[in-house]
């Protein structure tokens, strides 16, 4: 679970004692000089095909952590080291969207993972992009229920010589996404990892650091995980110079590659990262499986195939991977057939639903919510008997996140905007109209 408080974390770290996953979190204890241990839960798992399957605990990604108001973040400048230079990062005007950077050395893979992620593009296609020049910007603002950008920030870009408007750049992003290439010597890219986080934290201490150790394609199991402790261990010894000596700055690693889900996953961490009241939605997605017999249930933003939420169980990465299969069957099914559908449109809508019973006695259900966003839902084959009451509670929570997201549009279009309690008040009272079949039995 990651570590959300501004207390320092006391733990062990064991080395060598990683699971076998693909993302986890490691808040690093400034004040001991050692990493602070993080036990997933493992239990309540749901393998698919009997497979042994990489286990990722769903509630260390950032469940409750709100997305500061941008400006209302310290805007101290860092050193002078960090300033000058001779490339100017781009001014920005003041926006509402969250912003997550993308940084990292050249060719460590940066542009094909925001291609991949948010372009559709063919993970072999990237073999042919070009070096990025400038910052490239993705505004991600068709996903309805979080609208953020993705700014692609070139690698030759430095942040010891180079002019690097920190303090303007910094103090409005929401999390960083350091790149670093597995396949590569990692050595120059952890020292300039130091610099990003000494950099950026002075700025920002709320900004969310993210590790993507990245092409692990080209690994084997043991390699990966040796490649995950090497990182992790050399990053924590270097960041504990950091800081004031009694601060934790919490970093989390994700192996990823683009060649499989991986990397839609760690993204899906990240993004929910900036997302606020996230516990009130996982609470309300966790009462909805208790109460319908579901085992696990995700909401996903269609076009990105990143899950904004989910119930608190561990995900697993066989289950997740069938979940984004049934939405691209469902998009080209819909984007073929149905009609009246503009061409750049997914056909998706909250009449959109589709069922598809597996041979291992396990069943998906996929509902749409509105344009962009469906719930997919794992469940037994014998909880179909409860059918009536998975739709019903299904309707519920529809209900709810439909006035979850008319609340964002009439209050802003960030969802930050919303009051604390309006949306967390607007997820309990679903919670508290669902039914447990009790009024049937
Ligand atoms: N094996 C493997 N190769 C990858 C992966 N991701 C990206 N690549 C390859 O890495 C190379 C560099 O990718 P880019 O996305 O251009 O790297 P970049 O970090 O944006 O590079 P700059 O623009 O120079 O900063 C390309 O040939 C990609 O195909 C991955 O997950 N696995």
New binding site residues.
Partial sequence: MAAESEEPIIGSYVVGNFPSQYGYDQPVDLMNGQAASNANASNGRLTVGGGVTSQVDAASAGVGAAMPPIGSASTASIAGAAMAGTTAMPQTPPEEKPRILVM??????????QKVVFHKMS?NE??F????CKIQKDEVSDCSFIQFSVW?V???IDYLTDIFDTSDTFASTGAIVF?IDA?DDYMEAIDRLKVLVSGAYNVNPRIKFEVFI?????LTDEQKIEVQCDITQRANDLLIDIGNGNEVINIHYHL????DHS?FEAFSKVVQKLIPHMGAFESLLNIFCNNSGLEKAFLFDVATKIYIATDPSPVDMQVYELCCDMIDLVVDVTTIYSEGQESDELGFSEDTCSSIRLDNSTVLLLRGVDRHLALVCVLREESMDRQGIIEYNFQRVRQGLQRVLTLKQSLSSSIAAASDSQVPGALKSVEASLSNGAALD
């Fill in positions: 990292g050395l050249r060719r460590s893979g940066k542009s094909s993972i993970p990237t073999l992009l070009e070096s990025t692609d070139p690698g030759h790149v396949q990245h092409k692990v394609d080209g990823t590659t683009i060649y990397i």
